[in-house]
């Protein structure tokens, strides 16, 4: 089944420590991306990859890193979690630049940080 | 700057009743927009998208290019319609972007 996996789908954590959010599509897309989803704010972009090693940052991309090596994975690394990192965030991807490119999301991953 | 504005946070309607979800957009350039739907317990997913002219699930949405708007409207609504619906609008050429606007919560009672 064509999907877009994330993992952890539930996290709490503490302050400072360290975590990663993993991200794998089996479409072969080649764009990825972050959202983080809170409430009276909507879908706010963290950053992006175009392709393979070519990651951008999105609206709110501070706190945050990706890394692209492969196609199929784009994970989102905490260095150190804040409170304020507390959010819905989900991981997406399309197909490419085309106009009119539907993009597939993932399930959602919901993070708190005490 | 960009902009996807949605007003209403909450939009109640009953069954049967017309319902339309407003969206404005700010954009100086050739606009993509879309409707994204998460219905309960279900990952966000694309609604309709405006260069395909398409009504899916009963549901439509007209670019306005004047008004800057793309409205999306169904003349009755049902109580599977209950959802959260995000307008969408790529921009960006190359950098091709795309931003959400804050949401709509469509409540359908019985």
């Known amino acids: 089944e064509a999907q877009v996996t994330q993992n952890p789908r539930y996290l709490i954590t503490v302050t400072g420590k360290k975590l990663t959010v993993t991200c794998s599509q089996n479409m072969n897309h080649e764009y990825m991306s972050w959202y983080r989803q809170d409430p009276g704010l909507g879908l706010r972009q963290i950053y992006y990859s175009m392709n393979v090693e070519v990651t951008d940052k999105g609206d709110v991309p501070e706190g945050y890193k990706v890394s692209r090596k492969e196609k199929r994975n784009f994970p989102l690394i905490l260095e150190s979690p804040s409170p304020n990192q507390t959010s819905l965030y989900f991981c997406?991807?399309?197909?490419?630049?085309?106009?009119?490119?539907?993009?597939?999301f993932g399930e959602g991953s919901r993070l708190t940080v005490l | 700057a960009q902009r996807v504005t949605q007003p209403e946070k909450l939009l109640s309607v009953f069954k049967g009743a017309p319902v339309e979800l407003k969206c404005n957009y700010s954009y100086s350039g050739s606009p993509e927009l879309f409707w994204y739907v998460q219905y309960s317990r279900q990952r966000l997913q694309l609604l309709l998208r405006?260069?395909s002219r398409e009504s899916i699930k009963g549901f439509t949405a007209d670019l306005n290019k004047g008004e800057t708007s793309f409205h999306l409207k169904k003349p009755f609504a049902q109580e599977e319609d209950s959802a959260m619906y995000y307008c969408a609008l790529r921009y960006g050429g190359a950098t091709n972007k795309l931003i959400f606007g804050t949401g709509t919560l469509l409540a359908v009672q019985p």
């Open positions: 997406a991807s399309r197909l490419g630049q085309g106009a009119g490119g539907e993009l597939f």
């Open positions: 405006h260069i």
